[in-house]
């Protein structure tokens, strides 16, 4: 009878798991890792050993830890778990942005490291791949922003406003650094921070129009004041 047999029987088949769902074990470990230390303390064989494969396996599917780490980082900001809030009636725009912030500022605390270390890799200037996965990431935050206060037909139709939550997208980025890296402010006064000045922008809105070349259509202006 020989070894690993038991009863005589054929001895158990290896269950090889399908490229994709080893893709997925390797991204995790490496999402999980990174998001707990700084970039350049993660090696690929840590990853390697935590999400138990080869190393040769890990590079098979990933390449360079610089691969793996725009996967991790793509893969976060291109699933972020940010539903929107109902509308429900009798709550106003100023608790839809304020549940909105809520669970994104969670999800940065979650993937502090992560995401502290993509800031860095950009600011330090010349990641062209890490730069484009961000700016799509901004993209999904302005149509969740403009989503939750009601304006997503009119940032369609008016590239000005588009423009402007784009610029305060900016604004959560650098007031987010400035809680999770160096400390300056607090989850609380970031929130309080990002909720004001959004709130103000959707008030805003209307001036923006007016200032604007094009004038607004009836449409348009339809969807501020259901906004406001």
Known sequence: ???GAPNGGA???RVRKEPDVRRDQILACARRLFSRR???EVSNTEIAAAAGVSRG??????GTKRDLYLAAVSQMMSVPPI???SFVEGVGVRERVGQSLDAWLELLERNRETWVAALDMTASGGDEDLERILEEGRDRAVDHMTEVVGLTPLSRERP?????????AALAVA????????????RAQVHLLLQEVLLNLVEQVPRLLED???????GAAAAVTSAE
């Open 38 to 40: 700084p970039y350049a």
């Open 11 to 13: 001895p158990p088949r």
């Open 83 to 85: 539903p929107i809030p």
């Open 160 to 168: 000005e406003i588009r423009a402007a939550f784009h610029g305060y």
């Open 57 to 62: 396996l890990l590079n098979h599917y990933f």
């Open 212 to 218: 604007a070349a094009v004038p607004a259509s009836p």
């Open 1 to 3: 009878m020989s070894e």
């Open 175 to 186: 007031t987010s650094r400035e809680w999770l890296k160096s400390g300056r402010l607090t």
